[in-house]
Structures are given as structure tokens and as C-alpha cells.
T-cell receptor, first 110, second 113 residues
Framework: DGGITQSPKYLFRKEGQNVTLSCEQNLNHDAMYWYRQDPGQGLRLIYYSQIVNDFQKGDIAEGYSVSREKKESFPLTVTSAQKNPTAFYLC?????????FGPGTRLTVT | SQQGEEDPQALSIQEGENATMNCSYKTSINNLQWYRQNSGRGLVHLILIRSNEREKHSGRLRVTLDTSKKSSSLLITASRAADTASYFCALRGSGGGADGLTFGKGTHLIIQP
């Protein structure tokens, strides 16, 4: 089955801890993206990567970091510097215009 | 980056009726896409319309684009309970590139059985 997976589905962390969200795709897509969604809101772009070993900041990159060591994987780390980390995080990949989304990870930080 | 704005924010109709939602934007675009999101899930691509196109159809979906008014509409005909979801328009700016899409806040559609 081709697709994009995110794990875990739900994640709970204490304030001050870094946490890494996983995103894996087997669609052979070059481009991958991380978005954040808050209740009743649209998606906001955190980071994107157009090719392995390269990535760019999106609109709300502060407090987040990423790596792109493999084409299939684009993990997102939510650092303790992110002031409001509780949100729904969506990963996507693309080979052109259309984006394919994973099921999302709901992160709760208390 | 610019953001599309959907209207209405929420819409509740009876099963079998048609649902229309709109998206307005402010700057030039390369294409405009519509996505659906079921509660707590990822987004699913529905349809893409390019800036030089005026109308596209896909099954029960009809999308129009008016670049002079900078607006698009999504029509879902003969709605079903399974169409209950949030619908987002997403913009690809005219600069092109793979730098992500800009999403609006969405229209939450409820189909009453």
C-alpha cells in the first residue's frame, strides 16, 4: 500500500520536553511538508523540504526543527522553545501540485 | 503568504440538497485546490483548477474560478451524509515552486439525514 504515515496518533508531553513526530512516505515524492492545525483553523506551514538534505522554514518555524536525511522520512521536533505546542500536526508529501496527507498526530503538552 | 478565505464558516443542509461554498483570495494564483477533512483526520485532495480554467467537474463536484473577482466556488450536488466534513481551499501562488500551499480556515459542512 502506498501512502504517508504519521506516528503516534496521540502524544502527551510535559512542558519543557522536546518531542519528535514521525512522518514516513513510500510514494517516492521529493517534497514533504509539516503543517500545524489549531481548532477551527486552517493549516499553517511549519517547514518544507523539496529534496533530501535540504529544507526551508515555513510561516511558523520558530520552536520547531526538522531533518531530511532520507527521501522517505521527514521528522519534526517540537522543542521546548515552542510557546504553544498543543495542536494537531499534519505531514504531507507531493510530486507536483496535489499534496497527500498523513492521518496527523495530536500533540498535547501540559 | 496569502490565505484563501472560505464562506460560509459552517453550513447545514438536508441530505440530497446541493451544498455551495466559496473561497476568496487577494493576490494572483497559479492554481487553486479544494481539500476535504473528516474530523480528526488528514486532508484529502478533491480537485484542482488552474488559473486559466473557469470550471471543472469531478463526479458530484463542480468547481468554478473567477480570477477577475479572485474567487472560487465548490458545489457538491445531491449531498450525502458521508459528505459531512470540513472543506478547505488551498492556493498555489503564481510564483510556483514547491513551498507548500496556503490554506483557508475552512467551511464545516453538516449533512442532516
Amino acid at each position: 500500500d502506498g501512502g504517508i504515515t504519521q506516528s503516534p496518533k496521540y502524544l502527551f508531553r510535559k512542558e519543557g520536553q522536546n518531542v519528535t513526530l514521525s512522518c514516513e512516505q513510500n510514494l517516492n515524492h521529493d517534497a514533504m511538508y509539516w503543517y500545524r492545525q489549531d481548532p477551527g483553523q486552517g493549516l499553517r506551514l511549519i517547514y518544507y523540504s523539496q529534496i533530501v538534505n535540504d529544507f526551508q522554514k515555513g510561516d511558523i518555524a520558530e520552536g520547531y526543527s526538522v531533518s531530511r536525511e532520507k527521501k522517505e522520512s521527514f521528522p519534526l521536533t517540537v522543542t521546548s522553545a515552542q510557546k504553544n505546542p498543543t495542536a494537531f500536526y499534519l505531514c504531507a508529501s507531493s510530486a507536483g501540485n496535489e499534496q497527500y496527507f498523513g492521518p496527523g498526530t495530536r500533540l498535547t503538552v501540559t | 503568504s496569502q490565505q484563501g478565505e472560505e464562506d460560509p464558516q459552517a453550513l447545514s443542509i438536508q441530505e440530497g440538497e446541493n451544498a455551495t461554498m466559496n473561497c476568496s483570495y487577494k493576490t494572483s494564483i497559479n492554481n487553486l485546490q479544494w481539500y476535504r477533512q473528516n474530523s480528526g483526520r488528514g486532508l484529502v485532495h478533491l480537485i484542482l483548477i488552474r488559473s486559466n480554467e473557469r470550471e471543472k467537474h469531478s463526479g458530484r463536484l463542480r468547481v468554478t474560478l473567477d480570477t477577475s473577482k479572485k474567487s472560487s466556488s465548490l458545489l457538491i450536488t445531491a449531498s450525502r451524509a458521508a459528505d459531512t466534513a470540513s472543506y478547505f481551499c488551498a492556493l498555489r501562488g503564481s510564483g510556483g515552486g514547491a513551498d507548500g500551499l496556503t490554506f483557508g480556515k475552512g467551511t464545516h459542512l453538516i449533512i442532516q439525514p
